[in-house]
Structures are given as C-alpha cells and as structure tokens.
C-alpha cells in the first residue's frame, strides 16, 4: 500500500529552474510507484517572478499546491530572503495538515525550506529525507555575501546541522559534497551520493541538419558555443566573455549563452557581435537548444567545490557534445572529463588558453568531435542515466528507516 509524501521546494515546473525539474522527476516516480505525492511550491517563477502558474493541479498524478508570496526575483538577496521566509512559514502550517503523512522530502531550494521540513517532521512523527542540490552558508560566504561568523551564516549553519541530525537519509551529490556535509556533522552511516541526471527532453540527440532551433536563429553553418541554464555568481563567466571577446573577427564562430540568473548581465552587457543571449527555453524544447550547439561551456568558481554542482554539464552530455569547464581540479567536472575524455578544462583567468581554443574549434576534425560526443553520450546512457539515477534515488526515498529522535 501506498504512503504519503511531502515534496517542499520553493521551484516546481513549469518553472525552469533544474532543482525543480529534478524534484518533479522524483514526484513523478513516487506516484508511479503508488503513493500519494503532494508538492508545495511558489505560484510564480523564481528568475521570473511575473511568470504566474496554478494555484493548484494535479501532473501525473502529483497534487501541486502553489504558496503566494514566495518569489519576488533575484534583484536582490533580501528579496529572495523574504521569498523564502514566507515559503517556509507557509509550507510549515500547510504541512502539518497533509493527511497520513509518512515522509518528508526536502531540498535546498530555498535554505529556509529545512527549518519548515524540519517542523512538520518532528510535529508529525514523520520521516525526513534531505536532497542536498547545494550548501548554504557556505556558498554565500565564499562568496562574499556573508562573513563566515555573522548572524545569518551561523544561522542557516545550525539549521542545516538539526536537518542533518533528524533527516533519516542525507543524499549527496557529489563526494566533495559527501566531505563538507560530514564535516558538518558525521552522517555516514545514512548518506548517500548521487549525481542529478539529465533531463528527459534532452536525452536524444538532434542532427544540425534536422534542428529547427538552429534554423531559427540563424545558426547554419556556424560553431556554436554554448552556455544554458542559471548564470549563477558561483559559475563565473569573465574568462570565457573575454575570450570570445577576442576572437570576434572569427565570424564562424557564435557564443549563445542561454537562461538566465544575475550573471546574465554581465553578458548582456558585452558588445561583441559574436556573444548572443536568450532566456531559458521551455522543457519540451529543451533537446533542440542543447544540440544547436557544437561544444558547451561548463564554469563553476573555484571557492565552491563541494558546495555546488553544476547539472549543466549532463545536460550537455545527454546532448552528445563536448564540455569546455572552466574551473577547479579536481571537482566532479573535472573528473568527468578527465576519466571520459569528453571536452577540456581550463583556470579561470586563462584567457589566452580560451582564446586559443576557441580558434582551434572550426579547424579541429569533426570526428574528434563526434568522439567526443559519442563517448558524452556513452556515459549518461550508462551509470548516469536518468532512469538508472532516478530509480536510485527513489529507493532511498521509500526506505523504511525510523524517525529519529528530536534533535
């Protein structure tokens, strides 16, 4: 017999946002697998806060419910803050109304989300299961955004630890995520590392010559080099901008960075002919946009590994194409294209080794490319698929561990 789940994610499709595409991946298969699924998330779009969705639906089989006042963009970070206090308020007293609740599904979208996962959990004597896609504070101190001992870091840090404790299974993304967590508090024995899969739309290739995304922006006969998804301050762009920058007097070559995110300005704000920009594409178009391009750019800021996890590069792979990562070594990117051989990697500030080979991209034989793309595809049809990944991370969720005591 079915039990009941509680998703809680601040972004939920059709809003674009990879957590949420992932989550809803999740929910799909946990109602196919019989159990009630209820979701709560924000009614309207976390980069798109104009972008407005149903109060309430049923997708798959998963009942969707859609909280006010959650998302009022990225302008700013006391906006999303206060986005994200008012989604946990809500999702708290919502909740703690589900009828039959077994288990409870949180991720970290927003940090703010545990604290109301948390609530319900210990409330209602349910089971807590704890996604990781990120690690905040950590990512906004690297960034800059917080010190490493102020309120608000030491805030969100004792929250994630009470999570960590109560959760009765941790699930990971990658082993430098795995290293920061347990360093956080010890949960080896209930943790559990997997890698985001590829989204569906994307797992079959399209040819040059049969995609019309390419034909629509004009892309015939050129290379394209590509960036999509969420332009993130922890996923730098400027060695890459500068680069593509220089070889502008190229014209086989096009840069076409697509999404969005407030790194996005830094690329609108670029002058180069060479350099295009375009929002996030819809999920059912998803498989053209990625095979419009020739090679994809990967970027991830050197003082977050294990803190993020750029999901980008699977979509990429799914694509059959080659990865350029610009980057730290060793990271879970690194080590993909290490051990497959399926792109480059660059440092940040390499603009004369970017430059270089961006040169080489029209000359380079097109079977070195396809190589590399068979190989990219290789792998995502393999270990990293998304039904392989999918069903794994499933199991966890309906394994039948105890609540744990309150912390």
């Given at each position: ?7 809680l ?21 946990l ?13 309207r779009?976390?980069?798109d ?11 798959g089989g998963?009942e ?12 700013s970070?006391a906006?999303r ?11 708290t007293?919502?909740g703690?109304?589900?009828?039959r609740?077994?288990t ?7 940090p703010?989300?545990g604290i ?27 960034l800059?955004?917080v ?8 805030l ?10 109560r959760?009765t299974?941790v ?6 995520m ?5 360093r956080k508090l ?10 985001p899969?590829?989204?569906?739309e ?19 006969g ?8 969420n ?25 076409l ?21 375009l ?5 059912e ?27 980008k ?5 799914a ?11 060793p990271?879970?990117v690194s080590d993909?294209i ?7 990697r660059?440092?940040h ?18 079977t070195?490319l396809?190589d590399?793309g ?15 990944l999918r ?5 966890v969720?309906?394994r039948r ?7």
């Amino acid at each position: 017999m079915g039990r009941t789940f509680l998703l809680l994610s601040q972004v939920y499709p059709p809003d674009p946002a990879s957590v949420g595409q992932h989550m809803a991946d999740a929910a799909d298969e946990l109602a196919r697998r019989g159990h009630r699924v209820v979701v709560l998330t924000a009614d309207r779009g976390y980069d798109d806060p104009e972008a407005r969705y149903p109060k309430r639906e049923v997708r798959g089989g998963v009942e969707i419910r859609r909280l006010p006042w959650c998302s009022f963009g990225k302008s700013s970070m006391a906006l999303r803050i206060l986005g994200g206090v008012s989604y946990a308020i809500q999702a708290t007293l919502l909740g703690l109304f589900v009828a039959r609740l077994g288990t409870v599904v949180v991720s970290t979208a927003p940090p703010m989300a545990g604290i109301a996962a948390l609530l319900v959990s210990v409330l209602r004597g349910a089971r807590l299961k704890f996604w990781v896609m990120d690690l905040n504070p950590d990512q906004m101190v690297a960034l800059g955004l917080v010190g490493p001992t102020s309120p608000a870091a030491r805030l969100l840090d004792g929250l994630n630890r009470l999570v960590l404790a109560r959760a009765t299974d941790v699930i990971v993304l990658d082993r430098f995520m795995a290293d920061r967590v347990n360093r956080k508090l010890d949960v080896g024995d209930k943790l559990t590392v997997l890698p985001p899969w590829p989204l569906s739309e994307a797992l079959v290739p399209v040819a040059h010559e049969d995609n019309p995304f390419r034909r629509a922006q004009g892309l015939d006969g050129k290379i394209v080099v590509m960036y999509s998804g969420n332009h993130s301050p922890s996923n730098p762009l400027d060695t890459l901008l500068r680069a593509a920058e220089r070889v502008a007097d190229d014209p086989r070559l096009v840069f076409l960075f697509v999404g969005g995110g407030v790194g996005k300005r830094e690329v609108e704000a670029s002058t180069s002919p060479n350099i295009r920009t375009l929002p996030y594409q819809p999920l059912e178009q998803l498989k053209y946009s990625l095979s419009a391009a020739d090679v994809h750019l990967v970027t991830m800021g050197d003082a977050v590994v294990g803190m993020i996890h750029p999901c980008k590069v699977y979509g990429a792979l799914a694509a059959s194409r080659p990865v350029i990562f610009v980057g730290p070594e060793p990271s879970h990117v690194s080590d993909i294209i290490a051990d497959h051989r399926v792109g480059w990697r660059l440092g940040h500030g390499d603009v004369d080794g970017a430059e270089r080979l961006f040169r080489s991209l029209p000359v380079m034989p097109q079977t070195e490319l396809a190589d590399m793309g068979r190989r990219a595809q290789h792998i995502v049809t393999g270990g990293l698929s998304r039904e392989v990944l999918r069903g794994r991370l499933v199991d966890v969720l309906e394994r039948r561990r105890e609540a744990v005591p309150r912390p």
